[in-house]
């Protein structure tokens, strides 16, 4: 059973920074990927960053290239999203998300050659920017 914990999140103004994290009751030698995901009251759950564990390739929304940036500890089953320069278009439910084989899920990522398929989640932490 996987078992996904993020914590991090909170208020912050314009031009503020959160680190988010997620620990993951899984060993990360097991994982293919993982990634962080975002959904906003009445949009549609969007991918936001995602790195693959064996090269930590990593890939990026459009819209958070050069603010966020998506790291990993995998002696610590733990992933990371640095969050810089946040606008209020960042506010949302921020979830961690775990590609564990052979499991399958309904969001999928490419980084590079690599088919990152989410089928674990977390509960979410709230990213509200004011």
């Known amino acids: 059973h996987v078992q996904l914990v993020e914590s991090g999140g909170g208020l912050v103004q314009a031009g503020g920074s959160l680190n988010l994290s997620c620990a993951a009751t899984?060993?990360?030698?097991?994982?293919?990927?993982m990634g962080w995901f975002r959904q906003a009251p009445g949009k549609e759950r969007e991918g936001v960053a995602s790195?693959?564990?064996?090269?930590?390739?990593?890939a990026y929304a459009d819209s958070v290239k050069g603010r966020f940036t998506i790291s990993q500890d995998n002696a610590k089953n733990t992933l990371y999203l640095q969050m810089n320069s946040l606008k209020p278009d960042d506010t949302a439910m921020y979830y961690c998300?775990?590609?564990?084989?052979?499991?399958?899920?309904?969001?999928?990522?490419?980084?590079?050659?690599?088919?990152?398929?989410?089928?674990?989640w977390g509960q979410g932490t709230q990213v509200t920017v004011s």
């Open positions: 998300a775990a590609d564990l084989p052979p499991a399958k899920g309904k969001l999928t990522v490419a980084v590079g050659a690599v088919r990152c398929d989410f089928a674990y």
């Open positions: 899984v060993n990360s030698n097991n994982l293919n990927c």
């Open positions: 790195i693959t564990r064996i090269h930590g390739g990593t």
